[in-house]
């Protein structure tokens, strides 16, 4: 069966780095598009950009151009996200979604806090 | 880009219909035909309901239907559930440089 499994819970300062994992299983990791979405405690889905496991390619909504990575190691079916300059408003639950014009299945969620 | 326009919030007695409305923009719900919809439950991942407007992906209940009429889509929920209280997301692709694009989110309410 398909799984999108992410790393843990991170905690992070102001002004720092983080990066979340999404380990694929069940389908051809290089099939399918990965898309990262975000949502803040009480809000609602923001899409942040998506990545081609195949190629590399790679594009990011423009609120988050300069300041996010997204990657990939084919080797062990893994996608990354990486978000740099954290600040307070970048806590939230970040998702990792199989995508093809629809996120079809999602990761459990990797909850990162930016707090001093 | 602007998120697409979901009303807050829509309640329904069990076993009666709702609908909740997606409006977006000629670059978006009104020029694809990739109107995706999500139900999230507390605390959960969003579980894809409905796809390219009004497809429905195996397991999910009959009781859910899409459509689209112009630049605004929408999702049905007939007989109503207990289950289906959630909060229910539409996203679209768009032609903007984002690509995709979230609705505001609806508050689904079973009374």
């Known amino acids: 069966q398909v799984q999108l499994v992410q790393s843990g819970a991170e905690v992070k300062k102001p002004g720092a780095s983080v990066k979340v994992s999404c380990k694929a299983s069940?389908?051809?990791?290089?099939?399918?598009?990965i898309n990262w979405v975000r949502q803040a405690t009480g809000q609602g889905l923001e899409w942040m950009g998506w990545m081609n496991p195949n190629s590399g390619n790679t594009g990011y909504a423009q609120k988050f151009q300069g300041r996010v990575t997204m990657t990939r190691n084919t080797s062990i079916s893994t996608a990354y996200m990486e978000l740099s300059s954290l600040r307070s408003e970048d806590t939230a639950v970040y998702y990792c979604?199989?995508?093809?014009?629809?996120?079809?299945?999602w990761g459990q969620g990797t909850l990162v806090t930016v707090s001093s | 880009q602007s998120a697409l326009t979901q009303p807050a919030s829509v309640s329904g007695s069990p076993g009666q219909s709702i609908t909740i409305s997606c409006t977006g923009t000629s670059s978006d719900v009104g020029g694809y035909n990739y109107v995706s919809w999500y139900q999230q439950h507390p605390g959960k991942a969003p579980k894809l309901m409905i796809y390219?407007?009004?497809n429905r992906p195996s397991g999910v209940s009959n009781r859910f239907s899409g459509s689209k009429s112009g630049n605004t889509a929408s999702l049905t929920i007939s007989g109503l559930q207990a289950e289906d209280e959630a909060d229910y997301y539409c996203s679209s692709y768009t032609s903007s440089s984002t690509l995709e694009v979230f609705g505001t989110g609806t508050k689904v309410t079973v009374l």
């Open positions: 979604a199989r995508w093809n014009y629809k996120a079809d299945y």
């Open positions: 069940g389908y051809t990791f290089t099939s399918y598009d």
């Open positions: 390219d407007v009004s």
